[in-house]
């Protein structure tokens, strides 16, 4: 079992920035296989795709709404993911979850197996 835990979130103003982590803890020592998203769910709406990286390090994935303003990273020796969000609008308000899976880089969240248990991000305006 890998276990996932995110930190970061919180209120910000529009254009504001926030950095999100997940630490991963459990079957790390097979993490180097994997891929880890971000998606987010707002109030009333499914649970979207935010941004995915390989373990590895060597491919990221972004949705077109983030492009440009999110960046996702890794620290591979501290088994976490960042997540850091420029250029915040109210848009970007959800909770946000990390999630891990073993099969493929993927925006399909069905295919992750691990998640977190979400941290709220509000954008304010």
């Known amino acids: 079992q890998m276990r996932l835990v995110e930190s970061g979130g919180g209120v910000v103003q529009t254009g504001g920035s926030l950095r999100l982590s997940c630490t991963a803890s459990?079957?790390?020592?097979?993490?180097?296989?994997?891929?880890m998203g971000w998606f987010r769910q707002a109030p009333g709406k499914d649970r979207e795709f935010v941004a995915a990286?390989?373990?590895?390090?060597?491919?990221?994935y972004y949705a077109d709404s983030v492009k440009g303003r999110f960046t996702i990273s890794r620290d591979a020796v501290k088994d976490t993911v960042f997540l850091q969000m420029d250029s915040l609008r109210p848009e970007d308000t959800a909770v946000y979850y990390c999630?891990?899976?073993?099969?493929?880089?993927?925006?399909?969240?069905?295919?992750?197996?691990?998640w977190g248990q979400g941290t709220q991000v509000t954008v304010s305006s």
């Open positions: 459990g079957r790390t020592f097979t993490t180097y296989h994997f891929v």
């Open positions: 990286i390989m373990w590895s390090g060597s491919s990221t």
């Open positions: 999630a891990a899976n073993s099969n493929a880089a993927t925006t399909n969240r069905d295919m992750y197996t691990y």
